[in-house]
């Protein structure tokens, strides 16, 4: 009964595809997140998500598109992958979104490497 | 938001105590000062949240100086499954985490 959980664990995959990546939560969080970690460990949020509506849209290229069918589940798509997408997407959700100081709580993480 | 500066990396050895400090000279009033820490391939994990003064609980103590420009994490005598990544970080009234560096702990055998 993982609390945040992401699919795939790894992706490998050519330059110029289209590939998705699936967070799940069963903590009945009201908000979910995407993080990039990139391979100097630095962990910067992409998109936040409140009861499925967009809060949070940092300057990501717009290749990469968050859906979120329901408030339990954001996924992330990135279109025409580019070598310098390769890094560790987590995904977080937290009760309400609504303050920098509640907990967010972190999937495992989806290791993506563009070849 | 308020930037944060903590120390690259930290050595340790088991059994020791090891305080992290790290400065947040720009806090606000509202903002609240936490702590996460990251194994290896996984997602960073709360560990404690202060506002002033001591927080404790079962994992760490978190002392907060009464101008709240700095605080220090202490963890009481470490093992090496302590072996991590320990972020701190700043927040309030903004949704947004702003993750730093991060301080890398090694403790030895």
């Known amino acids: 009964d993982t609390a945040v959980s992401q699919t795939p664990k790894y992706l490998v995959t050519q330059m110029g595809n289209d590939k998705s990546i699936k967070c799940e939560q069963n903590?009945?969080?009201?908000?979910m997140y995407w993080y990039k970690q990139d391979s100097k460990k630095f962990l910067k949020i992409m998109f936040s998500y409140n009861n499925k509506e967009l809060i949070i849209n940092e300057t990501v290229p717009n290749r990469f598109s968050p859906k979120s069918p329901d408030k339990a589940h954001l996924n992330l798509h990135i279109n025409s992958l580019e070598l310098g997408d390769s890094a560790v997407y987590f995904c977080?959700?937290?009760?309400?979104?609504?303050?920098?100081?509640?907990?967010?709580?972190f999937g495992p993480g989806t290791r993506l490497l563009v070849l | 938001l308020a930037k944060t500066t903590q120390p690259i990396s930290m050595d340790s050895y088991e059994g020791q105590e090891v305080n992290i400090t790290c400065s947040h000279n720009?806090?606000?009033?509202?903002?609240?000062i936490t702590w996460y820490q990251q194994f290896p391939s996984q997602g960073p994990r709360f560990i404690i949240q202060?506002?002033?003064t001591k927080v404790t609980n079962e994992v760490a103590s978190l002392f907060i100086p009464a101008d709240r420009k700095s605080s220090t994490l202490s963890l009481p005598r470490v093992s090496l499954s302590d072996t991590a990544v320990y972020y701190c970080l700043v927040g309030g009234s903004e949704v947004k985490l702003i993750f730093g560096t991060g301080t890398r702990l090694q403790v030895f055998p």
């Open positions: 903590l009945g969080h009201d908000t």
């Open positions: 720009n806090i606000a009033t509202n903002d609240y």
């Open positions: 977080a959700s937290s009760p309400t979104g609504t303050s920098g100081s509640e907990t967010q709580y």
């Open positions: 202060g506002y002033k």
